[in-house]
Protein backbone atom coordinates (compact mmCIF):
# COMPACT_ATOMS: atom_id res chain seq x y z
CA UNK A 1 0.00 0.00 0.00
CA UNK A 2 0.96 3.73 -0.89
CA UNK A 3 2.22 5.48 2.46
CA UNK A 4 3.87 8.56 3.35
CA UNK A 5 6.88 9.07 6.10
CA UNK A 6 7.96 12.38 7.33
CA UNK A 7 10.39 11.21 9.98
CA UNK A 8 10.97 14.65 11.83
CA UNK A 9 7.53 15.45 13.84
CA UNK A 10 8.98 18.78 14.84
CA UNK A 11 11.92 20.66 14.15
CA UNK A 12 13.22 24.24 15.43
CA UNK A 13 15.42 26.18 13.58
CA UNK A 14 16.78 29.61 13.72
CA UNK A 15 15.47 32.72 11.90
CA UNK A 16 17.84 32.42 8.95
CA UNK A 17 19.42 29.12 8.87
CA UNK A 18 18.38 27.09 6.10
CA UNK A 19 15.52 24.37 6.61
CA UNK A 20 15.15 20.69 5.17
CA UNK A 21 12.06 18.83 5.68
CA UNK A 22 11.93 15.29 5.10
CA UNK A 23 9.70 13.05 2.90
CA UNK A 24 9.50 9.55 1.75
CA UNK A 25 6.83 7.83 0.22
CA UNK A 26 6.13 4.33 -0.47
CA UNK A 27 4.74 3.91 -4.66
CA UNK A 28 5.18 1.97 -7.17
CA UNK A 29 4.67 4.04 -10.11
CA UNK A 30 6.03 8.22 -10.97
CA UNK A 31 3.90 9.37 -7.85
CA UNK A 32 2.58 12.95 -7.99
CA UNK A 33 3.81 14.79 -5.03
CA UNK A 34 2.79 17.32 -3.18
CA UNK A 35 3.93 19.95 -0.06
CA UNK A 36 1.35 21.56 1.99
CA UNK A 37 1.10 23.97 4.59
CA UNK A 38 -0.94 25.15 7.67
CA UNK A 39 -0.53 27.82 9.33
CA UNK A 40 -1.59 28.48 12.98
CA UNK A 41 -5.67 28.67 12.80
CA UNK A 42 -5.51 27.93 9.02
CA UNK A 43 -6.31 25.64 6.12
CA UNK A 44 -4.02 23.91 4.28
CA UNK A 45 -2.27 25.72 1.31
CA UNK A 46 -0.28 24.17 -1.71
CA UNK A 47 3.31 25.18 -1.53
CA UNK A 48 4.37 23.19 -4.56
CA UNK A 49 4.07 19.83 -6.10
CA UNK A 50 5.59 17.23 -8.68
CA UNK A 51 4.22 15.67 -11.67
CA UNK A 52 6.91 14.86 -14.07
CA UNK A 53 9.64 16.99 -15.77
CA UNK A 54 12.42 18.94 -14.09
CA UNK A 55 12.73 17.44 -10.55
CA UNK A 56 13.78 19.99 -8.80
CA UNK A 57 10.47 22.28 -8.33
CA UNK A 58 9.84 25.56 -7.11
CA UNK A 59 6.99 26.73 -5.29
CA UNK A 60 5.70 29.88 -3.06
CA UNK A 61 6.85 31.84 -0.40
CA UNK A 62 10.87 30.85 -1.75
CA UNK A 63 10.16 26.93 -1.03
CA UNK A 64 11.35 24.43 -3.49
CA UNK A 65 11.97 20.23 -3.34
CA UNK A 66 13.84 17.79 -5.25
CA UNK A 67 12.12 14.37 -6.22
CA UNK A 68 14.50 11.96 -6.32
CA UNK A 69 13.27 8.55 -7.63
CA UNK A 70 16.15 6.53 -6.41
CA UNK A 71 15.68 7.48 -2.72
CA UNK A 72 11.68 7.69 -2.94
CA UNK A 73 11.95 11.04 -1.29
CA UNK A 74 10.70 14.72 -2.00
CA UNK A 75 12.57 17.04 0.37
CA UNK A 76 11.36 20.44 1.17
CA UNK A 77 14.07 23.25 1.54
CA UNK A 78 14.36 26.69 1.68
CA UNK A 79 17.39 28.65 1.85
CA UNK A 80 16.39 31.11 4.64
CA UNK A 81 13.88 30.76 7.18
CA UNK A 82 11.60 33.64 7.75
CA UNK A 83 9.53 33.87 11.41
CA UNK A 84 6.24 33.62 9.13
CA UNK A 85 7.17 29.82 8.64
CA UNK A 86 6.71 28.91 11.79
CA UNK A 87 3.74 26.18 10.74
CA UNK A 88 2.83 22.76 10.19
CA UNK A 89 4.25 21.19 6.63
CA UNK A 90 2.15 18.14 5.47
CA UNK A 91 3.51 16.17 2.78
CA UNK A 92 1.11 13.98 0.07
CA UNK A 93 1.25 11.81 -2.38
CA UNK A 94 -1.40 11.37 -5.11
CA UNK A 95 -2.94 7.69 -5.21
CA UNK A 96 -3.37 6.06 -8.86
CA UNK A 97 -6.09 3.47 -7.91
CA UNK A 98 -8.39 1.96 -10.61
CA UNK A 99 -10.16 4.32 -12.81
CA UNK A 100 -11.03 7.83 -11.44
CA UNK A 101 -10.45 6.57 -7.97
CA UNK A 102 -7.67 8.92 -7.07
CA UNK A 103 -7.07 10.97 -3.44
CA UNK A 104 -3.99 11.73 -1.85
CA UNK A 105 -1.86 9.72 0.81
CA UNK A 106 -0.73 12.43 3.85
CA UNK A 107 2.09 12.47 6.24
CA UNK A 108 1.48 12.78 9.44
CA UNK A 109 3.00 16.48 9.37
CA UNK A 110 6.36 18.29 10.63
CA UNK A 111 6.03 21.11 13.00
CA UNK A 112 8.36 23.90 12.41
CA UNK A 113 9.45 26.75 15.16
CA UNK A 114 11.34 29.54 14.21
CA UNK A 115 13.66 31.07 16.73
CA UNK A 116 14.32 34.96 16.61
CA UNK B 1 -14.20 36.08 -0.67
CA UNK B 2 -13.03 32.44 0.33
CA UNK B 3 -13.46 29.66 -2.67
CA UNK B 4 -14.23 26.98 -0.15
CA UNK B 5 -15.89 28.19 3.07
CA UNK B 6 -16.88 25.74 6.24
CA UNK B 7 -19.77 26.97 8.58
CA UNK B 8 -20.24 27.14 11.25
CA UNK B 9 -15.94 27.62 12.21
CA UNK B 10 -16.25 26.76 15.72
CA UNK B 11 -18.76 24.20 17.71
CA UNK B 12 -19.52 22.51 20.94
CA UNK B 13 -21.65 20.23 21.03
CA UNK B 14 -22.84 17.75 23.83
CA UNK B 15 -22.56 13.72 23.57
CA UNK B 16 -25.78 12.40 21.61
CA UNK B 17 -26.45 15.51 19.98
CA UNK B 18 -26.60 15.48 16.33
CA UNK B 19 -24.98 17.94 14.31
CA UNK B 20 -24.31 19.92 10.63
CA UNK B 21 -21.43 20.35 9.34
CA UNK B 22 -21.54 22.54 6.02
CA UNK B 23 -19.10 23.67 3.14
CA UNK B 24 -19.77 25.85 0.30
CA UNK B 25 -17.15 25.94 -2.58
CA UNK B 26 -17.11 28.58 -5.57
CA UNK B 27 -14.16 26.98 -6.82
CA UNK B 28 -16.78 24.77 -9.63
CA UNK B 29 -14.63 21.50 -8.61
CA UNK B 30 -16.33 18.29 -9.06
CA UNK B 31 -14.51 16.94 -6.13
CA UNK B 32 -15.17 17.23 -2.46
CA UNK B 33 -13.66 15.93 0.74
CA UNK B 34 -14.22 15.80 4.55
CA UNK B 35 -10.69 15.50 6.66
CA UNK B 36 -10.09 15.37 10.28
CA UNK B 37 -7.32 16.44 11.65
CA UNK B 38 -6.17 15.17 15.07
CA UNK B 39 -2.86 16.11 16.86
CA UNK B 40 -0.19 13.69 15.62
CA UNK B 41 -2.68 11.75 13.48
CA UNK B 42 -1.92 13.98 10.55
CA UNK B 43 -5.30 14.49 8.24
CA UNK B 44 -7.90 11.33 7.49
CA UNK B 45 -10.12 11.59 5.50
CA UNK B 46 -13.66 10.72 6.24
CA UNK B 47 -15.82 10.67 3.03
CA UNK B 48 -15.19 11.81 -0.41
CA UNK B 49 -17.51 12.83 -3.67
CA UNK B 50 -16.24 12.83 -7.30
CA UNK B 51 -19.67 14.30 -8.49
CA UNK B 52 -22.77 14.64 -6.72
CA UNK B 53 -24.01 10.99 -7.41
CA UNK B 54 -20.62 9.77 -6.17
CA UNK B 55 -20.00 9.06 -2.52
CA UNK B 56 -17.44 7.25 -1.12
CA UNK B 57 -16.09 6.27 2.09
CA UNK B 58 -12.77 6.79 3.35
CA UNK B 59 -10.75 5.02 5.72
CA UNK B 60 -12.78 6.53 8.97
CA UNK B 61 -16.18 6.77 7.93
CA UNK B 62 -17.85 5.03 11.23
CA UNK B 63 -19.92 7.63 12.84
CA UNK B 64 -20.30 9.70 10.06
CA UNK B 65 -22.54 10.59 7.23
CA UNK B 66 -22.55 12.76 4.09
CA UNK B 67 -24.63 14.62 1.52
CA UNK B 68 -23.78 16.24 -1.42
CA UNK B 69 -26.61 18.64 -2.40
CA UNK B 70 -25.45 20.17 -5.24
CA UNK B 71 -21.84 20.54 -6.95
CA UNK B 72 -20.96 23.09 -4.26
CA UNK B 73 -21.96 21.52 -1.11
CA UNK B 74 -21.10 19.04 0.83
CA UNK B 75 -22.38 18.43 4.25
CA UNK B 76 -21.00 16.38 6.99
CA UNK B 77 -23.09 14.93 9.71
CA UNK B 78 -22.51 13.40 13.34
CA UNK B 79 -25.67 11.74 14.12
CA UNK B 80 -24.95 11.02 17.58
CA UNK B 81 -21.78 12.79 18.55
CA UNK B 82 -19.51 11.44 20.87
CA UNK B 83 -16.80 12.67 22.55
CA UNK B 84 -13.85 11.25 20.46
CA UNK B 85 -15.43 12.98 17.45
CA UNK B 86 -13.52 16.39 19.34
CA UNK B 87 -11.48 17.54 16.37
CA UNK B 88 -10.75 20.27 13.68
CA UNK B 89 -12.62 19.10 10.19
CA UNK B 90 -11.49 20.52 7.09
CA UNK B 91 -13.48 20.43 3.95
CA UNK B 92 -11.81 19.83 0.41
CA UNK B 93 -12.23 20.60 -3.23
CA UNK B 94 -10.13 19.32 -6.18
CA UNK B 95 -10.93 19.37 -9.98
CA UNK B 96 -8.74 17.36 -11.82
CA UNK B 97 -10.28 14.31 -13.02
CA UNK B 98 -6.98 12.73 -14.11
CA UNK B 99 -5.53 13.24 -10.75
CA UNK B 100 -2.84 16.42 -10.49
CA UNK B 101 -5.50 16.07 -7.48
CA UNK B 102 -4.33 19.69 -6.14
CA UNK B 103 -6.55 20.30 -3.15
CA UNK B 104 -8.28 23.27 -2.03
CA UNK B 105 -8.94 23.90 1.91
CA UNK B 106 -11.43 25.44 4.04
CA UNK B 107 -10.40 27.30 7.23
CA UNK B 108 -11.69 24.39 9.18
CA UNK B 109 -14.55 23.81 11.85
CA UNK B 110 -13.47 22.95 15.35
CA UNK B 111 -15.67 20.83 16.91
CA UNK B 112 -15.80 19.70 20.26
CA UNK B 113 -17.88 17.26 21.81
CA UNK B 114 -18.30 17.13 26.39
Known amino acids: AQSVTQPDIHITVSEGASLELRCNYSYGATPYLFWYVQSPGQGLQLLLKYFSGDTLVQGIKGFEAEFKRSQSSFNLRKPSVHWSDAAEYFCAVGEASAGNNRKLIWGLGTSLAVNP | DADVTQTPRNRITKTGKRIMLECSQTKGHDRMYWYRQDPGLGLRLIYYSFDVKDINKGEISDGYSVSRQAQAKFSLSLESAIPNQTALYFC?????????????FGPGTRLTVL
Open chain 2, 92 to 104: ATSHDRWGTDTQY
